[in-house]
């Protein structure tokens, strides 16, 4: 079964120090583009992420997320004790300096010193930690395949809905085909009356074998049996291709554009109102297949 490019997987682990979760996002694209969106992974890391990434997944824009959540008490702050100390001393000695000059009013109490200082820029710093490691690997590239495997099962539903889609379209186009057939006949017949009514309109008596010979030309100008033979080929190729080849995407594209020139060849032989109406409704399903083809993988 086909595979759509769109897709979405999402998955969490649990680490020493918190919790970390990677996304992966997908959209349809000519070759495999992978944007690595995140400062957590390690550098040396990096690239073999993007080489399971575009192994695993084939083609399309795949944009990788990941986050981390602390636990509490990693997510405490550290206090600054060299910068305190040295914010303390500066104040005491701001304290004697004023009790000197300002007899009663220096001697700061230390407590509140101490609640000043904390207050103070950079004195009270997050922990500095290094997420991903040697020992929790193991972990976080079990998560990037748990959420790998999620994004594949999301565009195989995605594919399913696909299948269906496009195959109706093509089963329409075969069915329209048969719709032409109904009228080969009055086609033929029209031809011959406008011949005859021109001849009527100039009031000339035409030579039959020369008539014969004219109808013989113009029906082997508007003959479209060979486009609708080459439709009907390019139409089960199709159907082949997408039943049978594990990455079909840029195949089909390719069938549908020959599909498409068999549909223009039957619209400008057709000469006729009720098979350009059909062709307009060829072409319509036409280009709905190969809008959708973009999409599969």
């Not at 490019?5 to 649990?14: H, L, P, S």
């Not at 695993?56 to 795949?62: A, D, F, K, S, V």
């Not at 200082?117 to 004195?123: A, E, G, N």
């Amino acid at each position: 079964m086909i595979k759509s490019m769109t897709g979405y997987g999402k998955a969490e682990a649990v680490l020493e120090t918190g919790k970390i979760c990677v996304e992966i996002r997908t959209l349809n694209s000519k070759n495999a583009d992978v944007n690595i969106k995140t400062q957590l992974l390690p550098k040396d890391r990096e690239m073999q992420v993007r080489q399971t990434l575009a192994k695993e997944l084939q083609r399309g824009t795949i944009d990788f997320f990941m986050t981390f959540e602390a636990n509490a008490a990693e997510n405490a702050k550290e206090i600054n004790s060299e910068l305190a100390l040295g914010y303390y001393r500066q104040l005491a000695a701001l304290s004697d300096k004023i009790g000197a000059e300002y007899p009663g009013q220096g001697s700061l109490d230390p407590s509140a010193m101490l609640a000043a200082i904390l207050r103070f820029p950079d004195v009270m710093d997050m922990k500095k930690q290094e997420v991903i490691n040697e020992e929790n690997w193991p972990a976080v590239e079990r998560c990037i395949a748990e959420a790998i495997a999620k994004v594949n099962e999301f565009r195989s539903q995605e594919g399913a809905v696909l299948y269906r889609d496009v195959t109706a379209k093509v089963a329409s186009i075969l069915s329209f085909v048969d719709e032409v057939e109904a009228y080969e006949k009055e086609r033929v017949e029209t031809v011959r009356e406008k011949i005859l009514s021109r001849f009527a309109e100039l009031s000339l008596e035409p030579d039959q074998s020369r008539l014969e010979q004219e109808m013989i030309y113009y029906i082997e100008k508007f003959d479209i049996n060979e486009e609708k033979v080459r439709l009907r080929q390019h139409c089960s190729y199709f159907m082949e291709t997408i039943d049978n080849d594990p990455l079909p995407g840029k195949k089909l594209g390719f069938i549908a554009q020959e599909m498409g020139r068999e549909i223009n060849t039957t619209g400008s032989k057709a000469n006729h109102s009720g098979i350009q109406k059909i062709v307009v409704r060829m072409k319509d399903d036409l280009e709905k297949i190969k809008e959708q083809s973009l999409n599969i993988l």
